[in-house]
């Protein structure tokens, strides 16, 4: 099994309705995660991607350090100016006791984004992966609460979490009120070592710091998905009402007002049905963008060859069947009908793999060229993309 399928793995079981949105859960000697990230793919990423703050930023005792002490002002030929980051600086920087933070590594190495697209299979929502690096004890962000939740790989060196607990249920990011900073002690305190994972929910204050020497870590923040997500998608969906279309009788006597907000009580009832949450689901699914990707060098078709590999940017597309026994795709917030054979090209590709397009068309009994014709279609509707072996 690889690292991606024993993460997975971790969260099935009695974990979604155990412990998801309710407590924090700790799996041990999960993988070696080594695959999904390592020193030297941070060191690629950082050295050779522009990544000004705050997306590449250094934090300590809980105060975000200026981008100066770590990084140059740099003017192009174009006068386009950035931060070019210092070895020198950075290197000081963090042996003083700065934590390095760079957010959405899955945006930049690949074998983080097929964590992020296999995280957002299992939780049908949208997943950024953030990298955490320190070297001493120094906490880097005090104690915290975030409005996600978050599953956390330690990839190497140990990290020391004081969990506290939540003291507002369910607090979002934006919210009525801010919720009461936690009691002095914490109600668990736990080491994460190589290879084990940390899920923790929403609004659970939180402390961590490096136990010795150096420490990198993986923080998967999910997006939260809550009942004011599923009234916003009904709102719009009721605009096909006349009645929610309408205007409010704010000038009309108390009866017809009354009567008004009968009617429109039973459209909103009849809306939240039993099958409402799929529904939702699925809409959203349908919607999401994928992660872009070009297709280059190919800009009119994709050619009609054996080896080319093709995958969808989406891992949540939607797969169906009509009464018509056509198959309909949902993705990228387009729909597609095709012809029975096309389950044999798309289903291969629905939890984001890649395949070529001989073995598409093999199991198909399509041509190649018919398949290559398919994916152009998805390329350019940005839900598909090609590239080389």
């Known amino acids: 099994m690889t690292a991606f399928s024993k993460v997975v793995e971790r969260l099935g079981g009695d974990f979604p309705t155990g412990a998801f949105g309710r407590t924090y859960r700790i799996w ?32 300590r005792d809980g105060e975000l350090i200026p981008w100066q002490r770590y990084a140059t002002a740099v003017t192009t030929r174009r006068n386009v100016v950035w931060q070019r980051i210092q070895p020198s600086r950075l290197h000081g920087q963090l042996h003083d006791g700065a934590s390095l933070v760079l957010d959405a590594v899955d945006e930049l190495h690949q074998p983080a984004e097929r964590l992020a697209q296999a995280l957002e299979e299992v939780f049908r929502g949208r997943v950024q992966i953030n990298v955490y690096a320190s070297w001493t004890a120094t906490e880097g962000f005090g104690t915290h609460w975030d409005d996600h939740d978050v599953i956390v790989l330690q990839l ?13 249920i369910n607090p979002l990011h934006r919210d009525t009120e801010a919720p009461e900073p936690p009691a002095d002690e914490p109600i668990e305190e736990i080491v994460l070592c190589a290879g084990d994972m940390l899920y923790l929910p929403r609004g659970w204050w939180h402390a961590v710091a490096a136990t010795e020497g150096r420490s990198l870590h993986l923080t998967c923040g999910l997006q939260t998905t809550t009942g004011a997500d599923l009234l916003g998608w009904l709102s719009d969906r009721l605009r096909t009402s006349e009645t929610v279309r309408a205007h409010l009788p704010v000038f009309a006597p108390p009866q017809e007002q009354a009567a008004y907000l009968e009617i429109l009580r039973k459209e909103v009832t009849d809306a939240l049905h039993d099958g409402a949450i799929r529904d939702f689901l699925t809409a959203r699914d349908g919607i999401e963008p994928g992660r872009p990707m070009p297709s280059l060098p190919y800009l009119d078709a994709v050619p009609a060859r054996d080896d080319l590999h093709v995958r969808l940017t989406t891992a949540r597309a939607q797969l169906t069947n009509n009464d018509q026994g056509q198959v309909v795709l949902l993705a990228g917030g387009e729909e597609w009908t095709f012809a029975p054979p096309v389950h044999a090209v798309l289903s291969p590709l629905l939890d984001g793999s890649s395949a070529p397009l001989a073995h598409l068309a093999e199991t198909s009994g399509l041509t190649v060229g018919q398949v290559a014709a398919l994916i152009t279609e998805l390329v350019n509707a940005n839900v598909a993309a090609v590239n080389e072996p």
Do not use: C, M, Q
């Open 28 to 59: 041990r000697s999960v993988a070696d995660f080594s695959s999904v990230l390592t020193w030297d793919d941070l060191n690629t990423v950082i050295g050779r991607g522009r990544l000004e703050p705050p997306r590449l930023r250094l934090h």
């Open 156 to 168: 190497e060196g140990a990290k020391r979490w004081r969990l506290y607990g939540p003291t507002r």
